[in-house]
């Protein structure tokens, strides 16, 4: 497995520190973060996985821990808009470059606006995707709102 992708170069350009980390991803996981928090045998709160939805059709990034839900209501307020949905998968796909359980906050195609869930302050360290199936990066989660000009906000 590489670990050159377009969101490791990103990050790398945004001389941010960062570790590395592959697990044998399952694409039959019921839910990819949680299999990949057990795959590396660290806590699923500090796992983080990213989600495109659309806020009053516009397209948007979320990262919330992987053993959390968003509420839709409240993504949908920090964003500034009436309503939220899940982006679909093919679309995703399209708008970030990467495919679904590989899509990472970093080196998507496009920039869109990003929103952390407020929880993953919590803690010093979390993990996201590095930018392919089976690969995470750890990486403090200030440094991600900082590089992404992230707004973090309670979205669960």
């Known amino acids: 497995m590489s670990r050159k992708t377009p969101a490791t170069v990103a990050i790398e350009r945004a001389g941010l520190a960062y570790e590395a980390f592959s ?8 839910q990819i973060g949680l ?23 516009r397209p948007v990034c979320v990262v919330v821990a992987s053993d959390r839900e968003v509420s839709m209501k409240r ?13 679909k998968p093919a679309d995703a ?31 010093e360290r979390v993990y996201v995707n590095g930018g392919q199936r089976g690969l995470q990066v750890r990486l403090a989660p200030q440094a991600l709102i900082d590089a992404l000009r992230a707004k973090a906000t309670s979205l669960t």
């Open 23 to 30: 697990y044998e991803y399952d694409p039959d996981a019921p």
């Open 35 to 57: 299999h990949a928090a057990e795959s590396l045998s660290v806590p699923p709160a500090t796992v983080l996985k990213t989600l495109m939805a659309l806020v009053d059709g």
């Open 75 to 87: 993504l949908a307020a920090a964003a500034g808009g009436k309503s939220a949905q899940m982006m």
């Open 93 to 123: 796909e399209r708008l970030t470059g990467f495919r679904v359980g590989g899509i990472s906050p970093f080196g998507q195609r496009k920039a869109v606006p990003v929103f952390l869930d407020d929880a993953a302050l919590a803690h």
